[in-house]
């Protein structure tokens, strides 16, 4: 069983930076793990990114390209999503992700197993 425990998430000003992180616990040895989610009030929950675990590829939205990062401490169990030159639109509970399913593309919800209970982004104007 995979535990996945997100943090780093607050209120910040459009154009500013976060940083999340996840901590995982358990058999975190899968191709695509992790994965970072994302999900507004009344929205469904978007794929943002991902990064393989084999290469360390990574995966992202357009909406997020070129301002996001994602990377991973295997050592650590831990992974990071660097959030620059938010925007208001970023604002959503963000989830990190893990333990490939095998079905549907890296960045769709089905892709993924185990889940954390997310941390709350807020970027206001």
């Known amino acids: 069983q995979v535990q996945l425990v997100e943090s780093g998430g607050g209120s910040v000003q459009a154009g500013g930076s976060l940083r999340l992180s996840c901590a995982a616990s358990?058999?975190?040895?899968?191709?695509?793990?992790m994965g970072w989610f994302r999900q507004a009030p009344g929205k469904e929950r978007e794929g943002v990114a991902a990064?393989?675990?084999?290469?360390?590829?990574?995966y992202y939205a357009d909406s997020v390209k070129g301002r996001f990062t994602i990377s991973k401490d295997n050592a650590k169990n831990m992974a990071y999503l660097q959030m620059n030159m938010v925007k208001p639109e970023d604002t959503g509970m963000y989830y990190c992700?893990?333990?490939?399913?095998?079905?549907?593309?890296?960045?769709?919800?089905?892709?993924?197993?185990?889940w954390g209970q997310g941390t709350q982004v807020t970027v206001s104007q």
């Open positions: 992700a893990c333990g490939s399913t095998g079905v549907g593309p890296v960045l769709a919800r089905s892709r993924y197993r185990y």
């Open positions: 358990g058999y975190t040895y899968s191709s695509y793990c």
């Open positions: 990064i393989y675990t084999g290469d360390g590829r990574t």
